[in-house]
């Protein structure tokens, strides 16, 4: 039961990010974008807070470090994770 709901925390957190790249380069401007962006953030921050109680603090943050970067980078700069 646990690997499936860290499966889908996983897959939660990667979608966030997803959604906050797509929304960068969407037709809003401004304000909107920022809110946008930052709710997105908020989101995948929950997300990692609940995953963390299955697999730890430090993995939980590396593994939300090294999905953000790869999704929003393209992967560059991967190293900055620890």
């Known amino acids: 039961m ?7 925390l996983r897959e939660r957190i990667e979608q966030e990010f997803i ?3 797509l929304g960068l ?4 401007a401004g304000v ?6 930052e ?9 990692e807070d609940q995953l963390a109680t299955h697999v730890g ?8 470090c090294w ?8 992967g560059e700069g991967a190293d900055y994770c620890g």
């Open 67 to 74: 999905t953000y970067i790869q999704l929003t980078t393209e």
């Open 32 to 37: 909107a974008k920022h809110q946008f962006i």
């Open 39 to 47: 709710a997105r953030m908020h989101q995948a921050g929950s997300y």
């Open 2 to 8: 646990a690997h499936s709901e860290i499966r889908q």
């Open 25 to 28: 380069y969407g037709l809003a």
């Open 57 to 64: 603090e430090e993995q939980a943050a590396l593994f939300t």
């Open 19 to 21: 959604s906050m790249r």
